[in-house]
């Protein structure tokens, strides 16, 4: 049983560019969360989907953050126009369907973005 | 609103010496409550989990925990610190009430260990 992948595990970028991240949720897992964990601080909560449905979003994700999941299987979390504090590691997480939850959530090992 | 407060931003201990790591929450209902270990660069890793039940709960690595609910707390505990225990604790409270049950984390200890 593979765990969460997120690619690429490190992103080097200059303000003003694009990126977007990639998560592979662990199969069968049809609930995912991307949660940004900044330097010194645990990981908040940004965005949340069931299937391809986005069912809750932070005010944490602004206009330039857009997260998608198009056939409920991985998911992308693309940042336009980055700043220096969008630098930070960016997690990922899945958990199985609501009859077979145990309220436990499975991480992946990030994604770090530094924006110079 | 839900919330994790670890009252300590750095905790240092001696090799083998006890420790004990402080997480207190605000929640509504019965929380769902976890700790979780973070190394240098790396993942969360799951130390141990409560949902119910037996209020001392046993993880990984030798750690324990103990939910409290009229303390509202769920402290971490070790009887003897290893030097590869140095890392950054998170306590976390799973959100049941909107769903979601995504997590709410405190802001971590991180621990130093002295030879």
């Known amino acids: 049983d593979t765990g969460v992948s997120q690619n690429p595990r490190h992103k080097i970028t200059k303000r003003g560019q694009n990126v977007t991240f990639r998560c592979d949720p662990i199969s069968e897992h049809n609930r995912l969360y991307w949660y940004r964990q900044t330097l010194g601080q645990g990981p908040e909560f940004l965005t949340y989907f069931q299937n391809e449905a986005q069912l809750e979003k932070s005010r944490l994700l602004s206009d330039r953050f857009s997260a998608e999941r198009p056939k409920g299987s991985f998911s992308t979390l693309e940042i336009q126009r980055t700043e220096q504090g969008d630098s930070a590691m960016y997690l990922c997480?899945?958990?199985?369907?609501?009859?077979?939850?145990?309220?436990?959530?499975?991480f992946g090992e990030g994604s770090r973005l530094t924006v110079l | 609103a839900q919330s994790v407060t670890q009252p300590d931003i750095h905790i240092t201990v001696s090799e083998g010496a006890s420790l004990e790591l402080r997480c207190n929450y605000s929640y509504g209902a019965t929380p769902y409550l976890f700790w979780y270990v973070q190394s240098p660069g790396q993942g969360l890793q799951l130390l141990l989990k409560?949902?119910?039940?037996?209020?001392l709960v046993q993880g990984i690595k030798g750690f324990e925990a103990e939910f409290k609910r009229s303390q509202s707390s769920f402290n971490l505990r070790k009887p003897s610190v290893h030097w590869s225990d140095a890392a950054e604790y998170f306590c976390a409270v799973g959100d049941t009430t909107s769903g979601t049950y995504k997590y709410i984390f405190g802001t971590g200890t991180r621990l130093k260990v002295l030879a």
């Open positions: 997480a899945s958990s199985p369907p609501l009859s077979r939850h145990t309220g436990e959530l499975f």
């Open positions: 409560y949902f119910s039940g037996d209020t």
